[in-house]
């Protein structure tokens, strides 16, 4: 028994990694529709060894499909999700227009799986790529002793921004060395061979939207007391966004005891070594599924600190891998009606 899925953005960059990523991981199924815009119509995508032709969007049926991963930006969300979900299928949203929403989960699988109780208008939202990837190592630290304080710096790759973004960075690159218009277009500022601590849009006390992302996301899906700073920051890196976190906890904590708490924890892999095959980088982390821990080591400047670095493909926990991981709650807790129009209790 599967479930008929349509991927809404299926030819950007998230939409193809949902694509493979529902193959990778065998979600079960039974049909699957890619869609995009009107003028993306008929343009081919890959699942697995099949080729689909995009569909337009404002032509497709919802009534017809289980479960929609949308990834076609906000506009869009914001004009499709809540529609097609009252046409009948669970939406799992990309977007950051439903987070905040009181009346849709926010979900991490390894993090927060009983929000599936809270669906209520038929919409999931994925988190930021930044929060996902934070959430993951987090979590089974807070389990064990309450975060107090988080400071977090952020190394987000250009793939974060689109195919646009990755077309910046290699034009510009090219550019650089006078082949052609180094102008920037995506970003506010040159992206190649430079770092932008710029990401979205300012928000009136200085920090960005992007930055106001992660606390708003981490309180949601976590503990509102815990307290963050945060500083986003671009870098010339396609794919992986890497993060140096701080972090104050209420009561002491070791770093073998992080370090083993994070080794048992869920989609986490501690590769903490002092040598230089003992710590990752968003290179070695692209095209992975994991959320790797490194550097763990003990903050001198607070009673009960640690500092760690959080790398993960940002493409995937951070936004295609996620979503499929919540398809997939989905079914494991009966919350999708499946393509026999069966649909058991959700939990
Ligand atoms: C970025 N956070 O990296 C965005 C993508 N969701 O620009």
Redesign the pocket.
């Known amino acids: 028994m599967g479930y008929r899925v349509a991927v809404v953005g299926a030819t950007g960059n998230v939409g193809r990694e949902m694509m493979t990523i529902l193959e990778e991981l065998n979600f079960p199924v039974d049909e699957i529709h890619a869609i995009a815009s009107r003028k993306s119509k008929g343009v081919e995508v890959s699942f697995g060894d099949r080729t689909l032709k995009c569909q337009d969007l404002e032509q497709f049926d919802f009534s017809t499909v289980d479960v929609v991963l949308m990834s076609a930006g906000g506009t869009v969300s914001k004009e499709w999700s809540e529609k097609i979900g009252k046409a009948g299928p669970i939406v799992i949203d990309n977007s950051s227009v439903f987070r905040m929403d009181k009346d849709v989960p926010l979900i991490v699988p390894e993090v927060n799986p009983d929000a599936v109780k809270d669906i209520r208008k038929n919409i999931v939202a994925n988190p930021?790529?930044?929060t996902a990837q934070l959430v993951v190592a987090l979590k089974p630290l807070h389990d064990a002793a309450k975060i107090k304080r988080v400071v977090v710096s952020t190394y987000?790759s250009v793939s974060?921004?689109g195919k646009e973004g990755m077309d910046e960075l290699w034009n510009q690159t090219k550019a650089i060395y006078g082949l052609g218009d180094a102008k920037p277009k995506k970003f506010p500022k040159q992206i190649a061979f430079n770092v932008i601590p710029f990401?979205g849009a300012f928000n009136e006390d200085g920090y960005t939207d992007?930055e106001a992302k992660m606390w708003n996301e981490v309180h949601k899906m976590m503990d509102p007391e815990i307290k963050l700073t945060v500083t986003c920051v671009r870098v010339p890196v396609f794919v992986g966004?890497s993060e140096a976190v701080t972090v104050e906890f209420d009561r002491p904590i070791s770093v073998d005891e992080a370090r083993a708490i994070l080794r048992e924890a869920p989609g986490v892999l501690v590769v903490d070594k002092h040598e230089h095959d003992g710590y990752i980088t968003p290179v070695d982390a692209a095209g992975e599924h994991a959320v790797y821990v490194s550097r763990i080591r003990k903050d001198h400047t607070v009673e009960n600190g640690l500092s760690f670095w959080v790398v993960s493909d940002?493409l995937r926990k951070?936004?295609a891998l996620n979503a499929v991981q919540i398809a997939q709650l989905l079914d494991e807790t009966g919350t999708l009606k499946s393509s026999s129009g069966f649909r058991s209790i959700t939990v």
């Open positions: 930021n790529c930044s987000q974060g921004a990401i992007e966004h940002n951070g936004a």
